[in-house]
Each structure stands twice: as structure tokens, then as C-alpha cells.
């Protein structure tokens, strides 16, 4: 089992940023990879970034590309997911997801372990 619990979220006006981490705990060695998703009120919830764990390999949704960068602490247990430029579109409560199965996960499906969320609202 893995744990995960998020944190950082907050109310920011449009153009700030915001920096959500992600402590893992229990069995991270198991981990292939750590995904970001989001899901804004009456909308499915939606990929927003990933890293695969060891090779610190990192890929984002379109919507995201050159606004928030992801990263991870291997030594902390612990991914960040830093959101810059923010937008009103970005509000919602944000994700943080383990998988144990690929190294290139996008989809809900693949990640087997969820935090509880944090809520990011963006006000413009």
C-alpha cells in the first residue's frame, strides 16, 4: 500500500502561482511513476502532469505545457507540482496519484493509489 496526502492548495488571483506537494509513504518502492490529475466541479477528473519515479521523466496535458512544471524529491518521497500563471480555468481540486504498473501513466485507470486532494481556486 501506498499513502499519499497533498498539500498547498489555495485561493490566488489569476496570474499568481501556487506550489502543491505530495508526500508518499508505505510501500514507494513499488512505484513506477507519479501523476497530477484535476477535477473541477460537474467535469471528469483530467491528467494535468506526470514523472516517472527513478528517471525523473516528466510529461504534461497541453492545457499546462509551459505553465507548471513538475518534479520529485526521491530522497523525501515527495512530488511538487508548481503552478505558475495561473488562470480561472485552473480551478479545481487537484490529484495527486501513484501508479505501480508504467512508467508513462495519463489515464485514471492506471494509477492505483490517490490522495484526498487539495482545492486550488483561482480568482480572476
Known amino acids: 500500500q501506498v499513502q499519499l496526502v497533498e498539500s498547498g492548495g489555495g485561493l490566488v488571483q489569476a496570474g499568481a502561482s501556487l506550489r502543491l506537494s505530495c508526500a508518499a509513504s508505505?510501500?514507494?518502492?513499488?512505484?513506477?511513476?507519479m501523476g497530477w490529475f484535476r477535477q473541477a466541479p460537474g467535469k471528469e477528473r483530467e491528467f494535468v502532469s506526470g514523472?516517472?519515479?527513478?528517471?525523473?521523466?516528466?510529461y504534461y496535458a497541453d492545457s499546462v505545457k509551459g505553465r507548471f512544471t513538475i518534479s520529485r524529491d526521491y530522497a523525501l518521497n515527495t512530488a511538487y507540482l508548481q503552478l505558475n500563471s495561473l488562470e480561472p480555468e485552473d480551478t479545481a481540486v487537484y490529484f495527486c496519484?501513484?501508479?505501480?504498473?508504467?512508467?508513462?501513466?495519463?489515464?485514471?485507470?492506471?494509477?492505483?493509489?490517490w490522495g484526498q486532494g487539495t482545492q486550488v481556486t483561482v480568482s480572476s
Open positions: 496519484a501513484a501508479t505501480t504498473t508504467t512508467t508513462w501513466a495519463r489515464q485514471v485507470y492506471e494509477y492505483d493509489y
Open positions: 514523472i516517472s519515479w527513478n528517471g525523473g521523466i516528466t
Open positions: 508505505g510501500a514507494t518502492y513499488n512505484v513506477y511513476a
